[in-house]
Every structure is written in structure tokens, then in C-alpha cells.
Nanobody
């Protein structure tokens, strides 16, 4: 069974750091592009970051560039999103997503496998 399970969300204060994790199972993890999306209440799901199967190329939304870092451990079948300098506008449910190949990789419908999400709340 293919599964992505996110963890590590929580309630933090503005300026804090937090790391969310995604554990993959049932897929050949090292061949998949992995991404993080987020969805705030009343808003559409938006791209945050993605990483190629090798981990050598990483892409970020402008809103998180220089604050968030994506990385992966293919041996452990894990992908992480480390978030620094968190802002209240980062509050959302954070989702892990996977796909074997993408073109731009910034649209949710490009990804075929999704986790259930983990809540990140940043208080001001």
C-alpha cells in the first residue's frame, strides 16, 4: 500500500523554527519527486517546495525562499521541510506529495500521491 504520513506540525510563535517530516512506504522512494504543499482555511492548496529524486535540485515558492529548506533521505524514505523565521501567514495544513516525474511541479494536480497533512500554526 502506497502511503505518505506527515508528522511534526504544531503550535509555534512567530520567528520560531519547526521541522515537518514525511514518511513514505509502498513506493520506490528514490525514484520519486517529492514536494510540500500547504493549505490555509478558505484558500487553495499552494506549492511550497519540491525536491528531485536525487536531492540535488530544490525549488521553493517565493513566499518561503530563504526561510524554508527541503531535504530528503532516500535510505530512510523520508522527506523533510525545515522552516525558519515562521510567520503567522505560514499557518496551514502542510501536505507531502509524490510523483514519478513532473514538468513544473508547482500545481497540486501534477502529483499522484498525497499524505493527510499536518497542522502548523504560527501565533503572532
Amino acid at each position: 500500500q502506497v502511503q505518505l504520513v506527515e508528522s511534526g506540525g504544531g503550535l509555534v510563535q512567530a520567528g520560531d523554527s519547526l521541522r515537518v517530516s514525511c514518511a513514505a512506504s509502498g513506493l520506490t522512494f528514490s525514484t520519486y519527486v517529492m514536494a510540500w504543499f500547504r493549505q490555509a482555511p478558505g484558500k487553495e492548496r499552494e506549492f511550497v517546495s519540491r525536491i528531485t529524486w536525487s536531492g540535488l535540485k530544490k525549488y521553493y515558492a517565493d513566499s518561503v525562499k530563504d526561510r524554508f529548506t527541503i531535504f530528503r533521505d532516500n535510505a530512510k524514505k523520508m522527506v523533510y521541510l525545515h522552516m525558519d523565521s515562521l510567520k503567522p501567514e505560514d499557518t496551514a495544513v502542510y501536505y507531502c506529495a509524490a510523483v514519478e516525474s513532473v514538468s513544473r511541479g508547482i500545481k497540486a494536480d501534477e502529483y499522484s500521491i498525497w499524505g493527510h497533512g499536518t497542522q502548523v500554526t504560527v501565533s503572532s
